[in-house]
């Protein structure tokens, strides 16, 4: 009876893990079943969604590029409108985002400032420029004819006329910078303040109230530039030099014995040479003319039309400027601002670097050519660029100062000349003041011979005859 049951037992177990199984298995069965109706009943509307997705995504491509390309007035982008508001949002986003050379220099914002300091823009030095074609290009102006005298503002073809000449502002005659040099040899200073462009140069003031802006530097090429630079302008006959000369740091000398204090706080150094120039009151920063701002600049005959005669006298002595920067290599004016259009496009429309305006006469001052000669030289490989660019842009000179050019390209004494003026003019300084090396000689006689071929090739190319 027992041996019964247990097999009863048994029997009833088996049967009820086979429902179980059966159990689990339709569970499974009917899972799988409602996953695959699931996935049935989903994919059409995933390829619904990426299909509408791809449509909407090609209109609005279609309505966003397609449509203004063939709605939109052609030239639209490229109005003076919108090039105006360009500009001035360029302008805007740049002129806080300058980089300096110098970190110890303030930023100026003020053009009421003293006279001798403008607003610039630091030099950059450590980036290589990007490769822009300044070359001018000259349009074919049929039927442009430049006479003998075309109306008193052009002779020759090339050369500015009787009634430019004739209202160009006196400058600095060779008489104010004799009698300069010898003020400032004996005439004790009894002031001293800061002021004069930026490091150790200060603002003088000498016992009768004359005022002078003294450059101090502890190598000597700055000094040589400065000076070399005032004989050479001297030799070209361009009056826009003020006038300097030198001085010898001597603390118990009459001259400084009075500032002594103010000289020691200033750093100076005895036995050193400095540059004195004639302070010029009342300056206003000056501006790039017009023709020479954008890419295809350029200053031909052609282009003085309309002008009127101040605007041309204004010209005339930016044809000196031009002339004169090149040969000295000066990279502290206008070359600055070429250089910085890489990272301001406005940037030709600021005021030039070192450049200066009289009011009243309208004389443009040239100053702070301490880069030139020497510093400028040992950079040529990297901003000759830039220098070649403003001379091609030049075809329009004064008559003296291509007669000038003429005569240092004819003898080839540039060298002697400049020699023989810091002998006559500052004897003493022999030993504390080398005079300019052979190297810049014979690099300032080769850039007198590109200036000569220039003016030749304006000659040529705008004679008197007709033009076609």
């Given at each position: 009876?027992?041996?019964?049951?247990?097999?009863?037992?048994?029997?009833?177990?088996?049967?009820?893990?086979?429902?179980?199984?059966?159990?689990?298995?339709?569970?499974?069965?009917?899972?799988?079943?409602?996953?695959?109706?699931?996935?049935?009943?989903?994919?059409?509307?995933?390829?619904?969604c990426l299909l509408t997705a791809g449509l909407a995504?090609?209109?609005?491509?279609?309505?966003?590029?397609?449509?203004?390309?063939?709605?939109?007035?052609?030239?639209?982008?490229?109005?003076?409108?919108?090039?105006?508001?360009?500009?001035?949002?360029?302008?805007?986003?740049?002129?806080?985002?300058?980089?300096?050379?110098?970190?110890?220099?303030?930023?100026?914002?003020?053009?009421?400032?003293?006279?001798?300091?403008?607003?610039?823009?630091?030099f950059v030095m450590n980036s290589a420029p990007p490769?822009?074609?300044?070359?001018?290009?000259?349009?074919?102006?049929?039927?442009?004819?430049?006479?003998?005298?075309?109306?008193?503002?052009?002779?020759?073809?090339?050369?500015?006329?009787?009634?430019?000449?004739?209202?160009?502002?006196?400058?600095?005659?060779?008489?104010?910078?004799?009698?300069?040099?010898?003020?400032?040899?004996?005439?004790?200073?009894?002031?001293?303040?800061?002021?004069?462009?930026?490091?150790?140069?200060?603002?003088?003031?000498?016992?009768?109230?004359?005022?002078?802006?003294?450059?101090?530097?502890?190598?000597?090429?700055?000094?040589?530039?400065?000076?070399?630079?005032?004989?050479?302008?001297?030799?070209?006959?361009?009056?826009?030099?003020?006038?300097?000369?030198?001085?010898?740091?001597?603390?118990?000398?009459?001259?400084?014995?009075?500032?002594?204090?103010?000289?020691?706080?200033?750093?100076?150094?005895?036995?050193?040479?400095?540059?004195?120039?004639?302070?010029?009151?009342?300056?206003?920063?000056?501006?790039?003319?017009?023709?020479?701002?954008?890419?295809?600049?350029?200053?031909?005959?052609?282009?003085?039309?309309?002008?009127?005669?101040?605007?041309?006298?204004?010209?005339?002595?930016?044809?000196?400027?031009?002339?004169?920067?090149?040969?000295?290599?000066?990279?502290?004016?206008?070359?600055?601002?070429l250089y910085n259009l890489q990272w301001n496009p406005?940037?030709?429309?600021?005021?030039?670097?070192?450049?200066?305006?009289?009011?009243?006469?309208?004389?443009?001052?040239?100053?702070?050519?301490?880069?030139?000669?020497?510093?400028?030289?040992?950079?040529?490989?990297?901003?000759?660029?830039?220098?070649?660019?403003?001379?091609?842009?030049?075809?329009?000179?004064?008559?003296?100062?291509?007669?000038?050019?003429?005569?240092?390209?004819?003898?080839?004494?540039?060298?002697?000349?400049?020699?023989?003026?810091?002998?006559?003019?500052?004897?003493?300084?022999?030993?504390?003041?080398?005079?300019?090396?052979?190297?810049?000689?014979?690099?300032?006689?080769?850039?007198?011979?590109?200036?000569?071929?220039?003016?030749?090739?304006?000659?040529?190319?705008?004679?008197?005859?007709?033009?076609?």
């Amino acid at each position: 009876m027992c041996e019964q049951q247990l097999v009863t037992d048994d029997v009833n177990n088996k049967r009820r893990r086979n429902k179980a199984h059966h159990l689990v298995m339709l569970t499974s069965w009917n899972n799988n079943q409602f996953s695959t109706s699931q996935v049935g009943r989903t994919s059409p509307y995933r390829t619904l969604c990426l299909l509408t997705a791809g449509l909407a995504f090609i209109l609005g491509l279609v309505v966003g590029v397609m449509i203004p390309l063939y709605v939109l007035p052609r030239g639209a982008a490229s109005s003076p409108a919108l090039r105006r508001y360009l500009t001035r949002l360029n302008a805007n986003t740049s002129s806080d985002n300058r980089v300096f050379l110098d970190q110890a220099t303030p930023r100026r914002t003020n053009y009421t400032k003293a006279a001798t300091e403008f607003p610039s823009v630091s030099f950059v030095m450590n980036s290589a420029p990007p490769v822009v074609d300044f070359r001018p290009k000259v349009p074919q102006e049929p039927g442009f004819e430049v006479g003998e005298d075309a109306g008193g503002l052009l002779q020759g073809g090339v050369y500015w006329g009787h009634q430019v000449e004739d209202s160009m502002p006196t400058g600095f005659a060779e008489s104010e910078a004799e009698s300069w040099r010898r003020f400032a040899r004996k005439t004790p200073v009894v002031k001293v303040e800061e002021g004069c462009g930026r490091m150790q140069n200060r603002l003088l003031t000498f016992q009768d109230g004359t005022r002078s802006c003294c450059r101090y530097r502890q190598n000597t090429d700055q000094i040589q530039g400065e000076l070399f630079s005032f004989y050479l302008g001297r030799l070209l006959g361009l009056r826009n030099l003020a006038p300097s000369s030198l001085a010898l740091v001597r603390l118990r000398d009459p001259l400084w014995s009075r500032v002594r204090p103010q000289l020691s706080l200033a750093q100076w150094s005895e036995e050193r040479a400095v540059v004195l120039t004639r302070f010029v009151p009342s300056l206003e920063p000056a501006h790039i003319p017009s023709s020479l701002r954008t890419s295809t600049r350029r200053l031909h005959p052609p282009d003085i039309r309309g002008e009127s005669t101040p605007d041309m006298v204004e010209l005339a002595q930016w044809s000196d400027l031009i002339v004169f920067d090149y040969l000295t290599a000066n990279l502290d004016r206008v070359v600055n601002n070429l250089y910085n259009l890489q990272w301001n496009p406005a940037m030709m429309d600021a005021p030039a670097h070192n450049l200066a305006r009289e009011p009243h006469s309208g004389l443009l001052v040239f100053f702070d050519n301490e880069s030139g000669l020497l510093h400028g030289y040992r950079l040529l490989s990297k901003y000759e660029h830039y220098h070649g660019a403003l001379l091609e842009a030049l075809c329009v000179f004064r008559r003296s100062t291509s007669d000038a050019i003429k005569r240092l390209h004819r003898d080839k004494n540039v060298g002697q000349l400049l020699q023989a003026r810091f002998d006559s003019s500052d004897p003493e300084f022999r030993d504390f003041l080398p005079s300019l090396p052979d190297k810049s000689i014979k690099i300032l006689n080769e850039r007198i011979d590109r200036v000569y071929d220039q003016i030749t090739h304006c000659e040529r190319q705008y004679s008197v005859q007709k033009l076609t």
